[in-house]
């Protein structure tokens, strides 16, 4: 069965550390992977897709097929950055995307 | 085109009520799709359309459920005779083609009450 975990449902991290947010996914093919964003009252949102292979905000996702992750990840954090993170597999034939739990990422000052 | 809207953005209604929600994509996303996320949670697929036609349903979606997109633009999503477990925020996506980024509403929220 196709499956995203997010271990974590909080991270917290001080401003300037580096931040890892965790997804595993289950999948027999090859997948299309997606982090998503949700901000303070604000939408569901894109960040970046593995297939771009994109750095955006300073955030990098390296797909890891052995060990079927796809680890979020950021060298120095900022308060900014403070938001709901989702994990998310498109499923090629299927339509749909799955999402993950989601990790609240909070930046202390 | 500001992106996809959805009304109303909340809802409280008694227990047995129905209800209908509404999604506007953008212009030019042929797919649309229903998600439902409630506390804790990621949102969780319900169903999607390629145009018109509606291509898959979850088994989360009841009977009591109905989603419509006449034309192939904006879409409905009816929930017959509410129950408190219907609680939750419905979410609205499109896109342009499979894979591709899933451009979100802001939802409604519907408290059944």
């Known amino acids: 069965a196709q499956r995203v975990t997010q271990p974590e449902k909080l991270l917290s991290v001080f401003k300037g550390a580096p931040v890892e947010l965790k997804c595993n996914y289950s999948?027999?093919?090859?997948?299309?992977l997606f982090w998503y964003v949700q901000y303070s009252r604000q939408r569901l949102q894109l960040l970046l897709r593995h297939i771009s292979r994109e750095s955006i905000k300073g955030f990098t996702a390296d797909l890891n097929k052995g060990e079927t992750s796809f680890h979020l990840k950021k060298p120095f954090a900022q308060e900014e950055d403070s938001a709901m993170y989702y994990c998310?597999?498109?499923?090629?034939?299927?339509?749909?995307?799955?999402f993950g739990t989601g990790t609240r990422l909070k930046v202390l000052a | 085109d500001t992106g996809v809207s959805q009304n109303p953005r909340h809802k409280i209604t008694k227990r047995g009520q129905n209800v209908t929600f509404r999604c506007d994509p953008i212009s030019e996303h042929n797919r649309l799709y229903w998600y439902r996320q409630t506390l804790g949670q990621g949102p969780e697929f319900l169903t999607y359309?390629?145009?018109?036609?509606?291509?898959?349903k979850s088994r989360l979606l009841s009977d009591r459920f109905s989603a419509e997109r006449p034309k192939g633009s904006f879409s409905t999503l009816e929930i017959q005779r509410t129950e408190q477990g219907d609680s939750a925020m419905y979410l609205c996506a499109s896109s342009f083609a499979e894979g591709t980024e899933a451009f979100f509403g802001q939802g409604t929220r519907l408290t059944v009450v």
């Open positions: 998310a597999l498109s499923v090629k034939g299927t339509y749909k995307y799955i």
């Open positions: 999948y027999s093919g090859s997948p299309e």
């Open positions: 359309f390629q145009n018109e036609a509606q291509l898959e």
